[in-house]
Structures are given as structure tokens and as C-alpha cells.
């Protein structure tokens, strides 16, 4: 890939800048839970999110092709395992741990592409990504062990499993959608608008099952704060999708993956300003193996 003229002209300022914003939505969801549950939170995000893409897409395309049964197996598998579940268990599991950590395990995301890359055929399995993979699993293994006074040592919580699903999860989905761009029969914003979309109703539905509601009722104690932060979260995550693919225009995927090695820097530091959490030397040593291991993992992203 020849080196655009916009990135010769600003360089890595861009790709820093999506990790740069893309953690606010950790510490926008947990102030929002302060006024709401976090499963309603995720739903109402997915659903606007999914509108807001559905009207572009709509608005700028003339004709829509119907999706065929294949495609319909596809986008279930986008949208039940790559945006509610992994979504849901992030999220759940955000109102229990530090966006610190929860951020650090999201690292995982490259690993398990890999991996269902490899089964699905997509990739293949080198020996730069295998030591990538080893050297991610030995960086993110002490901040899953790092507990306070009142949790079970060397273990780990159904807290910091749920966010090992969400990765996991959303990997899978982002395998689903990957089949679905191939054909080239659907534009990429509307198989992610209805796929979003579709994940915030069954979250909706999962949140009324889950979280207590009073009949139809959600347990929301301020409507206006809660939909403030949604809003805010729902903005950052909208404009972080459109730059990413910009950025893919300009940059090598491994680029801005690279870059995206600064994303949990960010995180703790919104969520030591914003929440008042703190960041242990693990955080900080963790972050550095991870980002090691994703980076002789990215060397070898194009076998």
C-alpha cells in the first residue's frame, strides 16, 4: 500500500487520535449506569447508533437488495454474537470492574480474529502470531490475578470472564460480516446499521428479562442524565466508526492497529479523571506485553 498524501502530511496524529477518543465511551457508559442498568444503557446506544447508520445509508443509496438465506445466517451470527452478546457482557461486566482493566482484555480482540480466522480459512497460523498470542496471554494473565482485599486470589471473576466473551464475541461477528463484504452484494454501513440495530433490540429485550424492570417500566432513576450519557456515548462511538475507515483509506490495517496499543492509556486516564480509579504498575506492565505481542502478531497480518 503506497503512503497517501494525508498520511505523509500528519503522520500517526490521526490513528492516536481514534484511541485517543474511542475510550471515553468506557467511562460515558459507567457515569451513565450511576441513573440506569447497563444492559438498557448498551441497548439504547446499539439502537440509536443503528438508526442513525440506517438513515445514511438510505439516504445515499438508491436501490437496497433484499439478503438471501446465507446472508440471513451471516447477519444472525453478526448481530446475536458479535453485537448482543459481546456488547451485553462487556458492558454487565464494566458496572463490577476498572475500565482499566476491562480495556486491557479488549486488547485480546486481534488474537481471537486469529483464531477464528484460522478455522473459517482466512489465515493462517505463523510462528510470529503463535509467539504474538503466547506473549498476549502471558500479559493479560496478572491483571486478570491482580484482585483487591475481598476477591478469590489466582482466580478469575465471572466479571473479567464476561469481558473475555465480549472479545471473543465480537471477533466472531466481525468474521460473519467479513463473509458478507466478500460477496459484495450489501454495502458495509447497512450491514453494520441493521446489525447494531438488530443487536440493541435483543438487548432491550435481554435488559427487560435481566434487570428488574417494574412491568414495562425500565429502573431508570433520571431519564435525562441516562439519555444524556447515551448520547454522548452513542456520538463518540459513531464518529470513531466513520474515522476508522477513513484511517483504512490512508494507513495499513496493522498501522492503525498498531496505534490502537495506546487505546488503554487512554482509558485508565478517562477513567482515573472522570471516575476516580486508579491504575496499578500490573496495568502498566500488562498494557506493555500486550502491546508487544500484538505487535510481532501484526508483522505477519497479511499470511
Avoid at 505523509?8 to 457508559?29: E, Q
Wanted: net charge positive; hydrophobic share 55%.
Amino acid at each position: 500500500m503506497r503512503i497517501s498524501r494525508f498520511a505523509k502530511k500528519w503522520g500517526i496524529i490521526p490513528p492516536i487520535g481514534l484511541f485517543m477518543l474511542f475510550p471515553l465511551t468506557f467511562s460515558f457508559a459507567k457515569l451513565g449506569f450511576n441513573f440506569g442498568p447497563p444492559i438498557l444503557f448498551i441497548s439504547f446506544r446499539m439502537i440509536l447508533c443503528g438508526l442513525l447508520l440506517l438513515i445514511y445509508h438510505f439516504l445515499t443509496t438508491e436501490k437496497t437488495k433484499p439478503f438471501s438465506k446465507d446472508d440471513w445466517k451471516l447477519f444472525f451470527s453478526a448481530s446475536v454474537i458479535g453485537i448482543a452478546l459481546s456488547y451485553i457482557s462487556v458492558n454487565w461486566a464494566l458496572k463490577h470492574i476498572a475500565v482499566a482493566k476491562a480495556s486491557i482484555i479488549i486488547l485480546s480482540v486481534p488474537f481471537f480474529s486469529l483464531l477464528f480466522e484460522y478455522f473459517h480459512g482466512f489465515a493462517k497460523l505463523t510462528k510470529n502470531k503463535i509467539f504474538g498470542l503466547f506473549i498476549g496471554i502471558i500479559g493479560i494473565t496478572p491483571i486478570l490475578l491482580q484482585k483487591t482485599s475481598t476477591e478469590v486470589a489466582f482466580s478469575i471473576s465471572i466479571y473479567e470472564l464476561a469481558v473475555i466473551v465480549a472479545a471473543a464475541s465480537y471477533s466472531y461477528g466481525w468474521i460473519a460480516v467479513k463473509q458478507m463484504i466478500k460477496k459484495q452484494t450489501h454495502p458495509t454501513v447497512y450491514i453494520n446499521g441493521l446489525r447494531i440495530f438488530f443487536g440493541g433490540i435483543l438487548a432491550l429485550i435481554a435488559s427487560s428479562f435481566i434487570e428488574e424492570w417494574n412491568g414495562i417500566i425500565p429502573p431508570v432513576t433520571s431519564w435525562v442524565n441516562f439519555l444524556w450519557y447515551v448520547s454522548l456515548a452513542s456520538s463518540i462511538a459513531l464518529i470513531c466508526y466513520s474515522l476508522y475507515g477513513f484511517l483504512l483509506k490512508h494507513y495499513t490495517a496493522s498501522m492503525v492497529a498498531f496505534c490502537g496499543f495506546t487505546e488503554p492509556l487512554f482509558a485508565a486516564l478517562y477513567a482515573w479523571f472522570l471516575l476516580g480509579e486508579k491504575v496499578s504498575l500490573i496495568f502498566f506492565f500488562s498494557m506493555i506485553m500486550v502491546s508487544f505481542g500484538l505487535y510481532v502478531f501484526s508483522q505477519e497480518t497479511n499470511q
